[in-house]
């Protein structure tokens, strides 16, 4: 059974940096695809970015223009969440996520790791 597994989150101050890591534990055709979501208290769950391994194709939710950019490492199947300048309105859980094609909705993805949680602090 393929495994996600997220790290890389904790608590940072507004002004902040963090990198999220995903390690898959094997690429399967759930796994062409990856993004990554996030889920703050209360809120529904909500795209952030998406990604195939060669990085050729991309997708960003506006939400991270300029400061949040995603990459793949296909080597070590290891994607990757590069989170710069981080506002409150960043926390969340932040989830990875598999699937055949890449989407911006939740729904579009049938693997997902457990999530790790990112708190910045004002």
């Known amino acids: 059974q393929v495994q996600l597994v997220e790290s890389g989150g904790r608590s940072v101050q507004a002004g902040g940096s963090l990198r999220l890591s995903c390690v898959v534990s094997e690429r399967s055709p759930d796994t062409y695809n990856m993004g990554w979501f996030r889920e703050a208290p209360g809120k529904e769950r909500e795209f952030v970015a998406a990604s195939g391994w060669s990085g050729s194709s991309t997708a960003r939710a506006p939400l991270g223009k300029g400061r949040i950019t995603m990459s793949t490492d296909a080597a070590t199947n290891t994607v990757y969440l590069q989170m710069n300048n981080l506002r409150g309105a960043d926390t969340a859980v932040y989830y990875c996520?598999?699937?055949?094609?890449?989407?911006?909705?939740?729904?579009?993805?049938?693997?997902w790791g457990r999530g790790t949680q990112v708190t910045v602090s004002l």
């Open positions: 996520a598999g699937g055949r094609q890449m989407a911006t909705k939740a729904g579009g993805y049938s693997l």
